[in-house]
């Protein structure tokens, strides 16, 4: 950890000839991004902790990282031998970055904490400022950053060259998302936007990319007035096709440095910016008359997908499905055949999708956890931790496909041979939970904070639960986490509607014993019309059969095995006609129906 000791020292020199008492980095970069390019990733260089989330926070004397309950294990086994201290984020007892800065600030002379106001968006940065001030009188810079002098040989931004996503994939033109844009606009009296978060960029130009790894996203912003759309892009990063479209959708390019400047100079009398996605930096560069701060329509015109996207989404998860089905085939009689470990099941899975039409990658890095490695919720196997997976026990695997006709992500917890009574009891109230919400019923309009607790009641009635959400969104050959739909206990306004896809992903884990999550995505459409209003229901996405070898029968109602002996039908009626004999006769073993235990 000398590495990590030799970063703190840097970056506390450079603190004491700036005057700070402490140093805020957060996880993400001037978008707003959950998964960054390697030129943001300055938490993770200064800590050594690479989770999606959390930030790190360093004194002149101490230093700690955020982060929630997906990372608890990892972090801590991440952070161990550095200075840096965990702090269970939402957890009793955690202190907040202000609480905490304020204690270990409070004999000092030194009142000035500083952030890189690029990386921070305005509600972040109003936030932590009001609350140094009320917890210290502490003040925020906000115009520091330090790894540019402390980072030596810091990646640079990406300039990988831009795609067009076909429309026969995207299924709308670029000019139609853009007009939708501004009636949505129009309808809160806002003269315009700036588009910052990457996948609403790639969405509405109807381009993707390749430089945030596993997100097919690109660098930029988009810059949306009432006559005028002006894309902020390192132009090296266009081919003539591209530059060619974006002409012939009335779409202007600038580079992306100059966005200061687009924003210096905006001319209509307000703008819409979201404060929970565009960095403070950005926000205080507008001169216009007023700024309207709610969230941007872009994200929910998105989440609703159109019959082309739904078609490549069905298109995609026939792919996954296939690949699935040879990889669990091939799965037990490897592991008893010996030498296979966590990181052999991840490349073999990877090559079987790899051989499916339109493959480009992962949708996210997979996550092979055998036994207390599942317990880990967001567990990535490394040569340091890369363990045997043998032949009895569980093991969990959490992966997903880019295909350029949709973004898969299906969890499956397979039982590898024997297991022990609390692994199976633990298994079914799991997948009891996973089919209630998949078999919901629900108003049009209802939100994902209400929907979340029919996946828990099985957990819960046992005095179990899982910490983190039960669903999100899933982007159409865009980025797996997409909002601005979720489903968990923590409050979230976002409604549903027809056409919009979630993931149903309940958990059980057990610290150094095992883990359990069964996942698939789902399609929310239509499901009747009544005087009360218009219902939904869920169709699933994903075509993969569930393991049954764990479940304990007695403890499945009738209507949760019917929903599992129909789901299963449809996997094998979906996906038989496009397997050899071989695997369609493993395919309708794995597909038969159960009965209730007598």
């Not at 397979?414 to 209630?436: C, H, M, S, W």
């Not at 078999?439 to 994902?448: H, I, Q, S, V, Y």
Request: proline share 5%.
């Amino acid at each position: 950890m000398k590495t990590i000791e030799q970063r703190l020292e840097a970056l506390r020199q450079l603190m004491h000839r700036e005057h700070l008492a402490a140093f805020i980095f957060p996880s993400t970069d001037p978008h707003s991004g959950e998964y960054v390019p390697e030129h943001w990733k300055g938490r993770q260089w200064i800590s050594g902790f690479n989770g999606s989330a959390g930030t790190a926070v360093v004194t002149l004397e101490d230093a700690a990282v955020w982060t929630d309950s997906r990372y608890f294990i990892a972090a801590e086994e991440q952070l161990h031998g550095t200075e840096f201290k965990l702090m269970k984020d939402g957890m009793p007892g955690t202190p907040s970055i202000a609480e905490w800065l304020a204690d270990k600030l409070k004999y000092t002379n030194n009142t000035e904490v500083a952030l890189d106001g690029m990386v921070n968006t305005l509600n972040e940065v109003n936030a932590l400022k009001e609350e140094l001030r009320k917890l210290g009188g502490l003040t925020l810079r906000t115009n520091l950053d330090p790894l540019k002098t402390i980072w030596t040989n810091r990646p640079e931004i990406p300039t990988n060259k831009v795609e067009l996503q076909p429309l026969e994939l995207a299924g709308e033109e670029t000019r139609h998302k853009i007009e939708r844009i501004r009636m949505a606009l129009r309808a809160v009296h806002a003269d315009g936007t700036l588009v910052s978060t990457l996948d609403d960029v790639a969405w509405t130009l109807n381009l993707r990319g390749s430089d945030v790894e596993c997100n097919p996203v690109f660098v930029a912003y988009l810059l949306i007035e009432q006559q005028r759309t002006t894309l902020y892009i390192n132009k090296e990063k266009l081919t003539n096709e591209v530059y060619n479209y974006l002409l012939s959708q009335q779409i202007d390019v600038e580079d992306y440095a100059d966005v200061t400047k687009g924003l210096a100079n905006y001319a209509e009398y307000n703008i819409l910016l979201d404060p929970n996605t565009t960095n403070y930096t950005l926000a205080k560069m507008v001169k216009c008359q007023e700024i309207v701060a709610m969230p941007s329509p872009v994200p929910a015109l998105k989440a609703v997908k159109n019959e082309a996207e739904i078609r490549g989404f069905r298109n995609a998860m026939l792919k996954d499905g296939i690949a699935m089905v040879k990889f669990l085939k091939w799965l037990k009689p490897a592991v008893e055949a010996g030498n296979e470990t966590e990181m052999s099941l991840d490349d073999k899975l990877t090559s079987l999708r790899a051989e499916q039409p339109l493959f480009k990658g992962k949708s996210f890095e997979t996550i092979v956890g055998y036994e207390a490695h599942g317990a880990i919720v967001h567990y990535e196997a490394t040569p340091e931790t890369n363990i045997p997976v043998k032949p009895h026990g569980l093991v969990l695997i959490d992966s997903g496909g880019q295909y350029q006709d949709g973004t898969t992500d299906i969890t499956r917890t397979i039982a590898l041979g024997d297991t022990t009574p609390e692994q199976r009891t633990a298994y079914t109230l799991v997948l009891k939970g996973f089919i209630n919400f998949a078999m919901l019923k629900f108003p049009d309009g209802a939100t994902g904070t209400q929907l979340d607790a029919t996946a828990r009641l099985p957990l819960w009635r046992e005095g179990m639960n899982y910490l983190h959400g039960t669903g999100h969104g899933v982007g159409a050959y865009l980025n797996v986490h997409e909002g601005p739909h979720q489903v968990r206990m923590q409050w979230r306004p976002a409604p549903f509607h027809a056409g919009m896809t979630v993931t149903d992903e309940p958990g059980l884990y057990i610290e150094g014993l095992f883990g359990i999550r069964i996942e698939n995505t789902l399609l929310t459409t239509p499901y009747r019309s009544t005087p009360f209003g218009e219902f939904l229901q869920f169709s699933s996405l994903t075509l993969c059969p569930i393991d049954t070898a764990p479940i304990e029968l007695s403890m499945l109602t009738l209507d949760e095995l019917s929903w599992l002996n129909n789901y299963h039908r449809t996997v094998y009626n979906t996906l038989a006609p496009h397997l050899d004999s071989e695997h369609t006769e493993w395919l309708k073993d794995a597909t038969k129906p159960l009965e209730v235990a007598k």
